[in-house]
Nanobody
């Protein structure tokens, strides 16, 4: 059974930092890409970042380039999203995804 569990969300001031974690079970990062999506109130879900350990590649949405960093720890089967210089526009529920599998989401709120 595949399970993705996010953690690390919270309330932070503009310019602050948070690190989100996505702990995966039932899949291994060697063979499965992991992506982060986010959904703000009244908006569609959008892709934020993605990592493929097997292909040594990462992707970032333009809106987060230079501020967010995605990484993976194969030993822990966990993907991290380090978010720096956060802005109020980053406020959203952040979801971890791998193909058809989704986590429950973690709330990130950035105050101005």
């Amino acid at each position: 059974q595949v399970k993705l569990v996010e953690s690390g969300g919270g309330l932070v001031q503009r310019g602050g930092s948070l690190r989100l974690s996505c702990a995966a079970s039932g899949i291994t990062l060697d063979y499965y890409s992991i992506a982060w999506f986010r959904q703000a109130p009244g908006k569609e879900r959008e892709g934020v970042s993605c990592i493929s350990v097997n292909y040594h590649s990462t992707y970032y949405a333009e809106s987060v380039k230079g501020r967010f960093t995605i990484s993976a720890n194969n030993a822990e089967n966990t993907v991290y999203l380090q978010m720096n210089n956060l802005k109020p526009d980053d406020t959203a529920v952040y979801y971890c995804n791998s193909y058809d599998y989704w986590g429950q989401g973690t709330q990130v709120t950035v105050s101005s």
